[in-house]
């Protein structure tokens, strides 16, 4: 049974990874998400059904158009293997619960966060409107009764993020403060984990950078903080609960 939930989750994942190339590609620029069809960016040709099966019609086409023999950004079928891959460990980690629902949800609204915000640097704010949204209307589905908790760590969360781009403009944005509070409404208590670990791992490759550039000019060296949060919220996604249960019987 599990198997075949995430068989199931795997081709799903796939097909939501082929619309978030759409996505990552078109959101940003203001265009249509579902209009004009797909088209090769070379040669304007608009992409055929049978060249669009994700991951399949890449390798088949050998990275390349069919019209033209442009190649096309290994970054398609990564986006699409990535959330095969995400939705796949959510099912086999959660198993037949309730909670399955939200993971998944979660997991897959991370992967258009990754990519804009890596290009643009930006998290656009449709996203972010669809997280705090979906989440709610899915605990309320599935978990009503920890609807109250996931708001607070939400509004926690948010706050939290909110008092740090005050108090230091220059180091994150608007946007990582709503990835924050977005993160809460799916994690609950796990988002306290979840932060922890992007914050440490944000401040290793800081530490990198300076290591690399020297301090005046890795200062300087923009990095977006989106994808550390995303990365954050899969550790809390997959072990936060975990981590926030050892931490207080050690320590409460």
Sequence with gaps: MIGLAASFAGLLGAVLGSFFNVVIWRLPRGESLVAPRSACPSCKEQIRPLDNVPLLSWMLLRGRCRGCRTAISGRYP??????????????????????????????????PVIFIDLDHRIIPNPLMLLGAVAAPA???????????????????????????????????????????????????????????????????????????????????????????????????????????????????
């Design 78 to 111: 990564l986006v699409e293997g990535l959330t095969a891959l995400l939705l796949v460990a959510v099912v086999l980690a959660k198993g037949p619960t309730r909670e399955v629902w939200l993971g998944l949800a979660f997991a897959a609204l991370l992967v």
């Design 138 to 252: 899915i605990l309320l589905v599935t978990q009503p009764e920890l609807l109250a908790e996931h708001v607070i760590a939400g509004v926690a969360a948010g706050g939290l993020f909110l008092a740090a781009v005050l108090a230091y403009p220059a180091g994150m944005g608007m946007g990582d403060v709503k990835l924050a509070a977005v993160m809460g409404l799916f994690l609950g208590r796990a988002v306290g984990p979840a932060l922890f670990s992007a914050l440490l791992a944000g401040s290793l490759v800081g530490a990198v950078i300076i290591a690399r550039k020297g301090a005046a000019e890795g200062r300087k060296t923009a990095v977006p903080f989106g994808p550390f949060l995303a990365l954050g919220g899969l550790v809390g996604l997959f072990a936060g609960d975990a981590l926030v249960d050892l931490y207080l019987s050690t320590f409460a």
